[in-house]
């Protein structure tokens, strides 16, 4: 993968594929099938240059086809590339920084293109936000995790959580699980893995209010 050192590495102007509930995190991993022609062009487009596209939700306003943006996304390189025997694109976006969705750019394509700024986000170039969580948080994010997975019918390998970093274990539950959308753009603006790893771990308590089952796995 292209080395992104400075948010002066990145490219300002991007094009977007508005898409709700598919979240892309810096340093996460997002799988994505292409069949709609105008994101076939897009990706046929940025094969040839840099392979970067945004990933980004969209708000209430505009119309189905031009709906109006949320104001942060998270730009990621092709990284994984296939194209299947009936003309869909299978890629894998991996996540490079997060963007402050600026000027849409009036260019004659059938995707739409807008300016990125990055200045916000320039911690997302870092090596890594390791963190570390004390005992008890991550206790509690156990519970919490396991009765949101139990409502939900949903399972984990847990001996894998217990012990994954903490980074990609919180990247891969805020991608991964069936969130709203505007949930899962408040994981994505969190400021920090921190924060994210807070937000995440008060979703799942909300979630599981109302059922009374505190047994849960420690990830420690």
């Excluded at 977007?16 to 997002?30: K, N, R």
């Excluded at 969209?58 to 730009?75: F, I, M, S, Y």
């Excluded at 869909?88 to 009036?106: D, K, N, P």
Aim: hydrophobic letters at 40%.
């Amino acid at each position: 993968m292209a080395a992104y050192r400075h948010i002066a590495d990145l490219p300002q102007m991007i094009p977007v594929f508005p898409l709700d509930g598919a979240l892309l995190l810096p340093g996460a991993d997002l799988p994505l099938q292409i069949f709609e022609p105008r994101y076939l062009n897009m990706v046929d487009d940025v094969m040839a240059g840099d392979r970067v596209i945004g990933m980004i939700q969209t708000k209430a306003g505009g119309d189905r086809e031009r709906p109006k943006l949320a104001k942060v996304g998270c730009a990621g390189r092709i990284t994984s590339y296939a194209e299947t025997s009936d003309g869909r694109y299978l890629i894998t976006l991996t996540g490079v920084c997060r963007f402050h969705a600026g000027e849409e750019l009036a260019f004659h394509t059938p995707y739409r293109q807008l300016r990125a700024g990055y200045d916000r986000f320039e911690a997302d170039l870092g090596e890594g936000q390791g963190t570390q969580a004390s005992a008890a948080a991550r206790d509690r994010f156990a519970k919490a995790l396991k009765r949101y997975l139990n409502r939900r019918e949903l399972d984990i390998d847990w001996e894998t959580a217990q012990t994954a970093p903490l980074e990609a274990l919180v990247n891969s539950l805020s991608m991964g699980l069936p969130f709203e959308p505007a949930e899962k753009q408040a994981l994505l603006e969190a400021p920090n893995l921190s924060g994210r790893f807070e937000t995440l771990a008060t979703l799942l308590e909300i979630d599981g209010v109302e059922d009374g089952d505190d047994e849960g796995h420690s990830l420690q």
